[in-house]
């Protein structure tokens, strides 16, 4: 069961565009909607998060879209780099952040 | 500070061998978690820890099984491996309400 859909599964971006990539959920219990980014060969690591009570977060290149009444959130990276190619996962946690479940990720790789 | 550890970074085991992976964190973090990932289905939870001592089941528990005698160890035991466990697994923690830091893996294949 995939409380959180994530699209696409993968995008091919050039460099210097905007790479988008949407999430959406269905339990409005989360509290709390984090993105990970992932290297090959390492764990995710966290990029940028945000909470329910704010519409948008941003910091440097990267954005946080949130529309709670529609649920879904949407992460944009501008200027996108070659380094920013990974794996990004969209995820949402509740009951204190103890579980959070992830969408299915999407494979980020950005054309020089 | 090495964060969070887990070993061995590769397995292979034949079908209905048995093994322990291993995750130890080194932040005092109350909260640890078992993930598998597989391609096209992101990261699943396994079994989570909210403390020594107590252990509950995530989305995909079977198969799996967990306990939690200190703060810094949790670690993963498969009983009978089965070829549908091939996976890369990740061993995580957190304060709670924080972002989850994440070991760097342990790739199993069982054949």
């Known amino acids: 069961q995939q409380q959180v859909k994530q699209s696409p599964q993968s995008l091919i971006v050039q460099k210097g565009g905007i790479s988008i990539i949407n999430c959406a959920y269905e339990n409005t219990a989360f509290d709390y909607f984090p993105w990970y980014q992932q290297f090959p060969g390492k764990g995710p690591a966290l990029l940028i998060a945000?909470?329910?009570?704010?519409s948008e977060k941003k910091e440097g290149r990267f954005t946080i879209s949130f529309n709670k009444s529609a649920k879904q959130f949407s992460l944009h990276i501008m200027d996108s780099q070659p380094g920013d190619s990974a794996t990004y996962f969209c995820?949402?946690?509740?009951?204190?952040?103890?579980?959070?479940?992830f969408g299915a990720g999407t494979r980020l790789f950005v054309k020089a | 500070n090495a964060g969070v550890t887990q070993t061995p970074k590769f397995q292979v085991l034949k079908t209905g061998q048995s093994m322990t992976l291993q995750c130890a964190q080194d932040?005092?973090?109350?909260?640890m978690s078992w993930y598998r990932q597989d391609p096209g289905m992101g990261l699943r939870l396994i079994h989570y820890s909210v403390g020594a001592g107590i252990t509950d089941q995530g989305e995909v528990p079977n198969g799996y099984n967990v306990s939690r005698s200190t703060t810094e160890d949790f670690p993963l035991r498969l009983l009978s491996a089965a070829p549908s466990q091939t996976s890369v697994y990740f061993c995580?923690?957190?304060?709670?309400?924080?972002?989850?830091?994440f070991g760097n893996g342990t790739r199993l294949t069982v054949t």
């Open positions: 932040m005092n973090h109350e909260y």
């Open positions: 945000i909470r329910p009570d704010v």
């Open positions: 995580a923690s957190s304060t709670g309400r924080s972002p989850l830091h």
């Open positions: 995820a949402a946690s509740w009951s204190g952040g103890f579980k959070t479940i």
